[in-house]
């Protein structure tokens, strides 16, 4: 199955993917997926289209709202790339551990460095944060500023 | 009076083992430092660490037994170097030889183990506690072939006085040749005793830190290194004794020279030992003992007994 | 002290187990291990966010320290990744330095592993051994790069020094040296006794955790996963070079051990192969300072295992995200489940079986107050009741002790 198969099967299966998914490499394929139906994909390309192994999981502030991104692998070739768009406030992603527990310590990931709130996740240690860093302080968040850089731009 | 108290303090007592067991620990790590690859130790390292460590403040744990605490590693001290006394160095009889005295020094050899597990149990560290059990546990698998094979040696020599083996030893050489095997055990669970790889596992510094001796600083630790090189020097010693053609019917005044030589022989063995292994877990080095060396040692028992009937004495 | 005595072993945040500070709390019932948990994230430095403050060049640096022994694989994909985005092709003779580079720091960082899991498991000769054979390689790193570790040898668009014909002999005599001995290291793992009690059977980890924890390199590669990005989605010149993917069926410490061994004579010989194929040509190219808006997810095997980077530029000089995601945050938990049912011996051993590197699976942040907006100085009394607490938390009490040391302290 090659990256022109896969696009193919996504679009044909999930309607709203049309035009969503775009192969900008070889062996790399992103695609646009609306949160509600993030599970049903990501579901569908783990079990039915063998992309077993999650490369990572990604999060960025895109200034007006959140995306997380999901790197999935096959056969260590070919990467799928999932992308979920979260609104501003309260941002909010549903725990994907129940298909692959590795995804455990990306999501807690999520939720120190970017406060997004991962529905389901099993209580545990934080990570990576130290365990007094001060609550609501995301600091991968655009508008967060490290001391030296906020000390920087009062400067500059 | 007066000559025991030099017997016990200066020769062969504490002072001399003390010097003697800085150049064994010296032999064993330049040794080591030369097959590695590596330079070593200047000569004084051992004497300079010993002083470092003495000269250093001492920590005692909040939780821990204080009395036990610091009396261990002095017990441990005094154990090993008082059995130093029934072992022949000068001459072929020692100090205070006497006819069971084998019995004695394994005793007390067998003595600073249990310190060692007073210590670390009273220490009341994690590390400190799991080391001090493993170390006990340590000393029910090596101990048995040890004192097995020795009462081998004693049966054909017949006589339970170690002054008494080396004498009949030194007139019949041809029946040393009857230990090798009995030699060989007791050179592995020397190894068991002194905590050394592949055995070193009351001490592995990957899981345990330092196993009892976690807690230990200072003057504390430096009596605890100081009883660990005694313990090698009066082992060495005692397996020279038991097994090695000591006297070899030579002028006395060759005996001292060549039971210095015979006891680095020993230590440098160990130390090529040390060196090619990896450290075995708890439970191999036990199934270890039990499934090789104790049959070989009852193996060495049994070979004796039926020398004795047969050979000539 | 817990129930039916159990007892709760903290290994680290600092232990001579671990070369890195990493908290593993360990449950053990006699030497039995029957519970273990990891916290990670002592070495969070703020990477990710600082590269997102600085220029593409400056963040090459910067990336670079991401991990001392992996640096080239951390810089590499990195400067993948802005190259792909500014749609830049770097020359064919970059491409082989940088697979030089990168094989070089393979056979390097693979011999450490050798010694350091010589070390664990208490063979110290093992150790000396193998950081000898190393000192041959890190001193050709330095000839060539001009450092031993942080090679600082990749710029976007290309590399920074060249390789002359003198250095390409050095290389080739060395590698000669370097095979010998690993052909006497291999003959020495599949031999000796108690080297093979201590790993065989140990941390072992089915085919199939193996995939749904996510292990990758040469974790994975013991467990039968023969995935390889070398060759599965080649990058740099690997696409022109000749070498097997080195997988076993082993799952345990042992087949981890093989497969590291086996890779490193696959480096020599792709070694060998850069050096008779490499082209003449310039070493690099101009590209701009501002890159053009756009997103890519590279890849690249370093020797830990399958290195992500992640980096979306927003046309400006500086990038708007870069997420590096290290191989042993893909590793690590798969720790726990390799430690079950084991013997506290095992553990130092089935740690380092999966070559943690936890500055790289750390990343981010300096430690201040961002409320108050100045850094506090912790006086060591905070630190110390901090510590204590922390560890009631994990279920080790020193209540009795703090009581105790509070009345002398006078608190």
């Given at each position: 199955?090659?990256e022109?198969?896969i696009?193919?099967?996504?679009?044909?299966?999930?309607?709203?993917?049309?035009?969503?998914?775009?192969i900008?490499?070889?062996?790399?394929?992103?695609?646009?997926v609306p949160?509600?139906?993030?599970e049903a994909?990501?579901?569908?390309?783990?079990?039915?289209?063998?992309?077993?192994?999650?490369s990572?999981?990604?999060?960025l502030?895109?200034?007006?709202?959140?995306?997380?991104?999901?790197h999935?692998n096959?056969?260590?070739a070919?990467v799928?790339?999932?992308?979920?768009l979260?609104?501003k406030?309260n941002?909010q992603?549903?725990t994907i551990?129940?298909?692959?527990p590795?995804?455990?310590?990306y999501?807690?990931?999520?939720?120190?460095?970017l406060?997004?709130?991962?529905?389901?996740?099993?209580?545990?240690q934080?990570?990576?944060?130290?365990?007094?860093w001060?609550?609501g302080?995301?600091p991968?968040r655009k508008?967060w500023k490290?001391?030296?850089?906020?000390?920087e731009?009062q400067n500059? | 009076m007066l000559?025991?108290?030099?017997?016990?303090?200066?020769?062969?007592g504490?002072?001399?083992?003390f010097v003697?067991g800085?150049?064994g620990?010296?032999?064993?790590r330049k040794?080591?430092a030369?097959?590695?690859?590596?330079?070593?130790?200047?000569?004084f390292?051992?004497?300079?660490?010993?002083i470092?460590?003495?000269?250093k403040e001492?920590?005692i744990?909040e939780?821990?037994?204080?009395?036990v605490?610091?009396l261990m590693p002095v017990l441990?001290l005094?154990?090993?170097?008082?059995s130093?006394?029934?072992?022949?160095t000068?001459?072929e009889?020692?100090?205070?030889?006497?006819n069971?005295d084998?019995?004695?020094?394994?005793y007390l050899l067998t003595?600073p183990?249990?310190?060692y597990?007073?210590?670390?149990?009273y220490?009341?560290?994690?590390?400190?506690?799991i080391?001090a059990?493993?170390?006990?546990?340590?000393?029910?698998?090596y101990?048995v072939?040890?004192?097995?094979?020795i009462?081998a040696?004693?049966l054909?020599?017949?006589?339970?006085?170690?002054?008494?083996m080396?004498?009949?030893?030194?007139?019949h050489l041809?029946?040393?040749f009857?230990?090798?095997?009995g030699?060989?055990?007791?050179?592995?669970?020397?190894?068991?005793?002194l905590?050394?790889?592949?055995?070193d596992?009351p001490e592995?510094?990957?899981e345990?830190?330092?196993?009892?001796?976690?807690?230990?600083?200072?003057?504390l630790?430096?009596?605890?290194?100081?009883?660990f090189?005694i313990?090698?020097?009066?082992?060495?010693?005692l397996?020279?004794a038991v097994?090695?053609?000591?006297?070899?019917?030579?002028w006395?005044a060759?005996?001292f020279p060549?039971?210095?030589?015979?006891?680095?022989?020993?230590i440098?063995?160990?130390?090529?030992?040390?060196l090619?292994f990896?450290?075995?877990?708890?439970?191999q080095m036990?199934?270890f003992?039990?499934?090789?060396?104790?049959?070989?040692?009852?193996?060495q028992?049994?070979?004796n007994?039926?020398f004795?009937?047969?050979?000539?004495? | 002290m817990?129930?039916y005595?159990d007892?709760?072993?903290p290994?680290?945040?600092q232990?001579?187990?671990l070369?890195e500070?990493?908290?593993?709390?360990?449950?053990l019932?006699?030497e039995?291990?029957?519970a273990?948990?990891?916290?990670?994230?002592y070495?969070?430095r703020?990477i990710?966010?600082?590269?997102?403050?600085?220029?593409?060049?400056?963040?090459?640096?910067?990336?670079e320290?991401?991990c001392?022994i992996?640096?080239?694989?951390?810089?590499?994909a990195f400067?993948?990744a802005v190259e792909?985005i500014?749609?830049?092709?770097i020359?064919?003779?970059?491409?082989?330095?940088?697979?030089?580079i990168a094989e070089?720091e393979?056979?390097?960082?693979?011999l450490?592993w050798?010694?350091?899991?010589?070390?664990?498991?208490?063979?110290d000769?093992l150790l000396m051994?193998?950081?000898?054979?190393?000192?041959?390689?890190?001193d050709l790193?330095a000839?060539l790069?001009g450092?031993r570790?942080?090679?600082?040898?990749?710029?976007?668009?290309?590399?920074?020094?060249?390789?002359?014909?003198?250095q390409?002999?050095?290389?080739?005599?060395a590698?000669?040296?370097?095979e010998?001995?690993?052909?006497?290291?291999?003959?020495?793992?599949?031999?000796?006794t108690?080297?093979?009690?201590?790993?065989?059977?140990?941390g072992?980890?089915s085919?199939?955790?193996?995939?749904s924890?996510g292990a990758?390199g040469?974790?994975?590669r013991?467990s039968?996963?023969?995935r390889?990005?070398?060759?599965?989605?080649?990058?740099?010149a690997y696409?022109?070079l000749d070498?097997k993917v080195?997988?076993?069926?082993n799952c345990?410490?042992?087949g981890r051990?093989?497969?590291?061994l086996?890779?490193?004579?696959?480096?020599?010989?792709l070694?060998?192969?850069?050096?008779?194929k490499?082209?003449d040509?310039?070493?690099?190219?101009r590209v701009?300072?501002?890159?053009?808006?756009?997103?890519?997810?590279?890849?690249y095997?370093?020797?830990?295992g399958?290195?992500v980077?992640y980096?979306?530029?927003?046309?400006t000089?500086?990038?708007?995200?870069?997420?590096?995601?290290a191989?042993?945050?893909?590793?690590v938990?798969?720790?726990?489940?390799m430690l079950?049912?084991?013997?506290?011996?095992?553990?130092?051993i089935?740690i380092a079986?999966?070559d943690p590197?936890?500055?790289?699976?750390?990343?981010?942040?300096?430690l201040r107050?961002?409320?108050?907006?100045?850094?506090n100085?912790?006086?060591w009394e905070?630190?110390?009741?901090?510590?204590?607490?922390w560890y009631?938390?994990q279920?080790?009490?020193?209540t009795?002790?703090?009581k105790?040391?509070?009345?002398k302290?006078?608190l």
């Amino acid at each position: 199955m090659n990256e022109e198969q896969i696009k193919q099967e996504l679009e044909d299966k999930f309607s709203f993917l049309k035009d969503a998914v775009s192969i900008t490499r070889k062996g790399r394929i992103f695609a646009q997926v609306p949160l509600d139906k993030f599970e049903a994909v990501f579901a569908h390309a783990l079990k039915k289209m063998n992309f077993t192994a999650l490369s990572a999981v990604t999060g960025l502030d895109r200034g007006d709202g959140f995306e997380v991104i999901y790197h999935l692998n096959r056969d260590g070739a070919i990467v799928l790339n999932l992308k979920v768009l979260l609104e501003k406030e309260n941002p909010q992603v549903k725990t994907i551990t129940g298909y692959c527990p590795s995804a455990d310590i990306y999501e807690r990931e999520l939720m120190d460095l970017l406060g997004i709130k991962v529905d389901g996740l099993a209580p545990g240690q934080r990570y990576p944060l130290s365990d007094d860093w001060p609550k609501g302080e995301y600091p991968l968040r655009k508008d967060w500023k490290g001391p030296t850089s906020a000390k920087e731009a009062q400067n500059a | 009076m007066l000559k025991a108290l030099f017997q016990i303090l200066i020769f062969p007592g504490v002072l001399f083992l003390f010097v003697f067991g800085l150049c064994g620990e010296f032999i064993d790590r330049k040794l080591c430092a030369r097959f590695q690859n590596r330079i070593g130790p200047p000569w004084f390292q051992p004497l300079a660490d010993f002083i470092k460590l003495v000269s250093k403040e001492e920590i005692i744990p909040e939780e821990a037994d204080i009395k036990v605490f610091k009396l261990m590693p002095v017990l441990a001290l005094t154990a090993s170097s008082v059995s130093i006394l029934y072992i022949p160095t000068l001459a072929e009889r020692s100090a205070f030889s006497f006819n069971g005295d084998v019995i004695v020094v394994l005793y007390l050899l067998t003595l600073p183990t249990f310190t060692y597990f007073l210590g670390g149990w009273y220490s009341r560290g994690v590390y400190s506690m799991i080391g001090a059990v493993r170390s006990l546990t340590q000393l029910f698998a090596y101990e048995v072939p040890l004192f097995l094979v020795i009462l081998a040696s004693a049966l054909l020599a017949d006589t339970w006085s170690l002054s008494g083996m080396v004498a009949f030893y030194s007139r019949h050489l041809g029946y040393w040749f009857c230990n090798i095997i009995g030699f060989g055990v007791a050179l592995i669970c020397f190894l068991g005793k002194l905590e050394k790889v592949p055995f070193d596992i009351p001490e592995a510094e990957t899981e345990i830190v330092a196993g009892s001796f976690t807690e230990y600083n200072g003057r504390l630790l430096a009596l605890i290194r100081t009883s660990f090189n005694i313990e090698m020097i009066v082992g060495a010693s005692l397996l020279a004794a038991v097994f090695l053609p000591f006297g070899l019917n030579l002028w006395p005044a060759l005996i001292f020279p060549f039971y210095l030589l015979q006891v680095l022989f020993i230590i440098v063995i160990i130390t090529f030992l040390r060196l090619l292994f990896a450290r075995l877990r708890l439970d191999q080095m036990i199934s270890f003992c039990w499934r090789f060396l104790a049959p070989l040692a009852f193996l060495q028992v049994i070979l004796n007994l039926i020398f004795k009937a047969v050979l000539p004495r | 002290m817990h129930k039916y005595g159990d007892v709760i072993v903290p290994i680290g945040p600092q232990h001579p187990a671990l070369k890195e500070p990493e908290s593993f709390l360990i449950t053990l019932r006699g030497e039995k291990i029957t519970a273990s948990s990891v916290r990670l994230g002592y070495n969070h430095r703020g990477i990710e966010k600082a590269c997102e403050e600085r220029t593409y060049t400056q963040g090459v640096y910067l990336i670079e320290r991401v991990c001392g022994i992996c640096s080239h694989s951390h810089s590499t994909a990195f400067v993948q990744a802005v190259e792909e985005i500014a749609g830049v092709e770097i020359p064919a003779r970059a491409k082989y330095i940088r697979t030089l580079i990168a094989e070089l720091e393979r056979i390097h960082s693979h011999l450490l592993w050798l010694g350091v899991a010589g070390h664990e498991i208490g063979f110290d000769t093992l150790l000396m051994y193998t950081w000898r054979d190393r000192e041959v390689v890190m001193d050709l790193l330095a000839k060539l790069t001009g450092n031993r570790v942080n090679y600082g040898i990749n710029t976007i668009g290309g590399v920074r020094r060249d390789v002359s014909v003198k250095q390409k002999e050095e290389v080739l005599k060395a590698i000669d040296t370097l095979e010998k001995q690993t052909k006497y290291y291999i003959d020495l793992a599949t031999k000796e006794t108690t080297l093979l009690k201590r790993l065989q059977g140990v941390g072992v980890l089915s085919h199939e955790d193996a995939i749904s924890l996510g292990a990758v390199g040469p974790t994975g590669r013991a467990s039968g996963i023969a995935r390889d990005t070398r060759k599965d989605d080649p990058y740099a010149a690997y696409g022109e070079l000749d070498f097997k993917v080195i997988s076993v069926d082993n799952c345990d410490v042992y087949g981890r051990t093989l497969v590291r061994l086996g890779e490193l004579i696959e480096s020599f010989s792709l070694v060998r192969q850069v050096i008779a194929k490499i082209p003449d040509g310039p070493i690099t190219v101009r590209v701009p300072r501002k890159i053009p808006a756009g997103e890519v997810l590279s890849r690249y095997e370093a020797p830990r295992g399958e290195d992500v980077h992640y980096v979306r530029s927003n046309g400006t000089e500086k990038p708007d995200r870069v997420k590096v995601r290290a191989p042993t945050l893909a590793n690590v938990q798969s720790v726990s489940k390799m430690l079950e049912d084991r013997y506290l011996a095992d553990m130092p051993i089935v740690i380092a079986a999966i070559d943690p590197c936890f500055s790289c699976t750390d990343r981010l942040i300096a430690l201040r107050d961002t409320q108050t907006k100045k850094s506090n100085t912790v006086i060591w009394e905070t630190i110390r009741l901090k510590g204590i607490e922390w560890y009631k938390q994990q279920g080790v009490d020193f209540t009795a002790l703090n009581k105790k040391l509070s009345k002398k302290l006078h608190l």
